[in-house]
């Protein structure tokens, strides 16, 4: 059997049609949405990952490419889960991320995003090349962005947070609500790993960011210095 005709077989057989509906509305697939004309099988993630797992070591790099540019939802987030389970097995790592870098086109929602630009550029340009995110941040290309923002998790988890600080500065006047949220919420998991340094970005720039991209930036703050950011106190 095609491995890819495998793996989306698996795929549609665990599919909940019943919940086609609520998904396509919650990934604003209808016209003129951010996912417009995405399509759902409904697999939940914990499936996918496992389908994943047991996949992974049975594709070549040409049809990992085939199932990430599958026009099926879960294809292309499955896709994503084996490229990682390569990656943490040390095969062919540049050419994994050729490959993910090539096909961000494909990598067109959020929860793409958030699901592989941790573990795939994250760890890849750690330490020595985070200019490589800043380069994406300076993309005209949405999720591309968000991939560079994202990615620097990988950073704050290794107690960096400069780069999350100086590309959310890059992002700050950005337009979309997606850039928004995840510029914010990078913001508040550097302040977890240095409130000094968050409040040092924040303090001089709170009352241009966009709203969206501060609530979710101070949404772990003390009570009383939340309410002091929101109402224009500090």
Known sequence: MNAVHGVKSELERAGRPDRVKNLTRYFQCHPGG???GDIFLAVTVPRQRAI?????????????ET???DPIHECRLTALFMIIH???????????????????DYINNWDLV???????????????HPSHLYELARRNHLWEQRIGIVATMYYIRQGVT??????????????????HKATGWLIREAAKK??????????PRYSRMPRTMLRYAIERFDEPLRQ???KGRV
Not at 162 to 179: Q, R, V
Not at 194 to 203: C, G, N, P, T, Y
């Open 34 to 36: 951010y996912g417009e």
């Open 52 to 64: 994943a797992k047991n996949w992974y070591k049975k594709l070549d790099l040409l049809e990992l």
């Open 67 to 69: 199932l990430l540019q």
């Open 86 to 104: 390569r990656y943490n097995n040390d095969w062919h790592r540049e050419e994994l991320i050729d490959l993910y870098f090539r096909n961000t």
């Open 114 to 128: 958030d699901s592989s630009a941790y573990h795939l550029p994250g760890m890849h340009y750690y330490p020595e």
């Open 162 to 179: 400069e780069h999350t600080f100086d590309i959310a500065d890059m992002l700050l006047n950005h337009t979309h609500d997606l850039i």
């Open 194 to 203: 240095d409130l000094k340094a968050a409040l040092e970005f924040l303090v």
């Open 228 to 230: 002091d950011f929101l």
